[in-house]
């Protein structure tokens, strides 16, 4: 009870404490999916792999990968919209208008599957009945006979975009297709395609294009696509630049399941920044000489996240909104936030502050970062990142300049392989803390997609009682021979291109959790088991190391044979005189009970005189000189 009035009273007071790394600055993303409805698209495409028997089109590969990132979406960002536009089909449908309307359509061939919206769990069934139902695919995946102008596909786009999310930062437009050029010899046409992509930039919107190439054809952006894709300049935020495309495009041949999963991984990369953590923020060089910077949360364990409580008390679940009220100990009377002071015992007394006061204890300074030092990369060692560390790019908001400055300090770090030393406090009233600001270079994938940015980390250093001394302990080091096995075992069992990719391992208790989520909200049958793909694959390891395993195993033994020998010729169980070997002499080999052990009992090996000793509880009989006679007990 105790700790619920803690608990309460930590929640009046939230304002007053230092925001936690989970409150990061969440940007809302609004997605819509142009898929185009052809007969080259509606196509089924053979499989690559014998044993498999799917087959699917482009078309129904790009719906199931709508399906799959609204499922994703719904638990990570539950804020984000999706929806899913078809074009080149012989019905029509935008908002209130269809077939049957009166008058000329809006967009003729246009077919707006799902609204651009936060999605719902009906929502999402429309568009698995869609992708894997035949009959409503049958009546709505019918390719038109007329020619759809792109341009008003475009400009069909910008009026969702501009009713459905116009305060949205992230606004993107997903153009799934197989004709690289779809006005060959209309100049006009083309024309007014490169206008209305020019307005969707102007708009915020960003396309972004999911190429497709036939069976008998290399799609080629250059055609087309190059003149109406436009990014933002690294220089000038507000000048268009054209997008140079990836040079790799979806797979043609090969089932529908691999084209799905290359189009869903090509989705999930282009995923943008979410975990802002402060904007704006002063990186001091030197006195008087400050930059502006953002920082970006880019690695943070996931746990499920509890948002609201449901009350299973009526009818149906409720969200259920919690009120809390102090009332006083002794008169029941409701206390109001004024009236409340916290305070602290100090020599058995307690001594009181005002919220005023307490907020100034607790401020150091505004937040800012502060270069106090550089030294060598060779300085910070491995073990020193600790926590998570956070990723600052410049911002020209506040400073003009700060991205010339900001690019000559990256550059000079990573020429010179230096760290500088930085007081670091991200938010008021945060902790200060020191850290080392590091040149961190870009990684991209073999298709040429980034995966980590380039830009600057700063690594929270840790204080002397966050590490752990390690323990004293005498390095062993195996037989050579043993090595030599091992490392062949090492070598069949290595990971594709020696990198380890965290994407393909996820957390299962997570996914867990998400998936029971899913099958309530879309009144889908509960899983019985969770899928785990951290557990070992035994077989392929049997396959591919097996007999090495047993080659290794082998030689252990004879490695310990070898030192469980040496280990019996230098030892004896228990000291005896040279009275003792006279009487047994003259006894026939007989002698006194305590002083002698009997043959039968003799252990051949260390590990026989431990678990022999271990079944007749006679351990703690031993005596020191018997430990200390090169058989351990343990």
Not at 71 to 100: C, W
Not at 150 to 178: E, G
């Amino acid at each position: 009870m105790a700790d619920d009035n803690q608990q309460r009273e930590d929640d009046i007071f939230e304002d007053e404490e230092e925001v936690d790394e989970s409150s990061y600055k969440s940007v809302k993303d609004a997605i819509l999916f142009a898929i185009e409805v052809s007969d080259s698209m509606l196509a089924l495409r053979p499989s690559s792999d014998p044993k498999k028997t799917i087959v699917e089109s482009p078309t129904t590969a790009a719906l199931k990968c709508a399906y799959h990132l609204m499922q994703q979406r719904i638990i990570s960002n539950p804020h984000d919209m999706i929806g899913v536009l078809l074009y080149g089909t012989q019905a029509s449908k935008f908002y209130d208008e269809d077939e049957n309307t009166r008058g000329n359509l809006s967009y003729p061939h246009c077919y707006l599957v799902t609204d651009l919206d936060v999605p719902s769990a009906q929502d999402v069934k429309n568009l698995r009945s869609l992708a894997e139902g035949e009959e409503e695919a049958r009546d709505i995946l019918a390719a038109s006979e007329e020619h759809v102008s792109m341009a008003n596909v475009l400009f069909c786009a910008n009026q969702i975009f501009s009713s459905k999310a116009p305060n949205f930062l992230s606004r993107r437009l997903f153009i799934v297709t197989d004709n690289d050029d779809p006005y060959s010899d209309d100049k006009a046409l083309r024309a007014a395609a490169t206008v209305r992509a020019k307005d969707l930039y102007d708009l915020g919107v960003i396309i972004e294009l999911f190429p497709i190439s036939r069976p008998d054809h290399e799609f080629d952006a250059s055609k087309f696509y190059n003149d109406i894709i436009y990014k933002a300049s690294p220089i000038d935020a507000d000048a268009p630049a054209y997008l140079q495309l990836e040079a790799k495009t979806r797979p043609s041949a090969g089932d529908g399941i691999s084209l799905l999963n290359s189009l869903l991984s090509n989705v999930n990369s282009r995923s943008i920044p979410r975990r802002a953590l402060f904007s704006n923020v002063p990186l001091e060089i030197g006195p008087g000489f400050k930059i502006s910077v953002t920082g970006f949360l880019l690695f943070k364990r996931q746990e499920p996240a509890r948002s609201c409580y449901i009350w299973l008390g009526g009818e149906k679940p409720q969200i259920a909104k919690g009120v809390t009220t102090l009332v006083a100990d002794d008169t029941a009377r409701t206390v109001e936030k004024w009236e409340i002071r916290k305070a602290y015992k100090f020599g058995g007394e307690q001594v009181s502050f005002t919220t005023e006061e307490q907020q100034a204890l607790r401020k150091f300074e505004n937040p800012v970062i502060r270069i106090i030092g550089f030294k060598p990369l060779s300085a910070l060692p491995f073990w020193a990142n600790v926590k998570h560390p956070t990723f600052i790019y410049p911002s020209e908001t506040d400073c003009v300049g700060s991205t010339r400055v900001f690019s000559a300090l990256y550059q000079k770090l990573l020429k010179d392989e230096k760290i500088a030393l930085v007081w670091f406090v991200p938010r008021k009233n945060a902790a200060p803390i020191i850290g080392a600001m590091i040149a961190g270079t870009e990684h991209v994938d073999e298709n040429g997609v980034q995966k980590i940015p380039q830009g600057m980390w700063i690594i929270p250093l840790p204080f002397a009682d966050d590490v752990r001394q390690n323990p004293e302990t005498t390095l062993n080091v195996a037989p050579e021979p043993l090595i030599d096995r091992m490392r062949v075992v090492i070598q069949q069992l290595q990971l594709p291109k020696a990198q380890y990719d965290p994407l393909k391992y996820p957390n299962p208790s997570l996914q867990w959790h998400y998936r029971i989520l899913q099958a309530l909200a879309l009144d889908e049958d509960l899983p019985e088991k969770p899928e785990d793909k951290t557990v070992p694959k035994y077989r392929q390891i049997d396959k591919r190391a097996g007999e090495y395993v047993l080659s290794w195993a082998e030689e252990l033994d004879s490695q310990y044979e070898k030192i469980a020998g040496a280990v019996l010729k230098t030892s004896t169980l228990a000291k005896r005189g040279a009275k003792d070997r006279r009487t047994e002499d003259e006894g026939g080999g007989r002698s006194h009970a305590t002083k002698k052990i009997k043959a039968d009992d003799e252990p051949n090996s260390v590990e026989d005189e431990v678990r022999r000793n271990f079944e007749k509880g006679t351990v703690s009989k031993r005596t020191a000189g018997q430990q200390r006679e090169g058989r351990p007990i343990s």
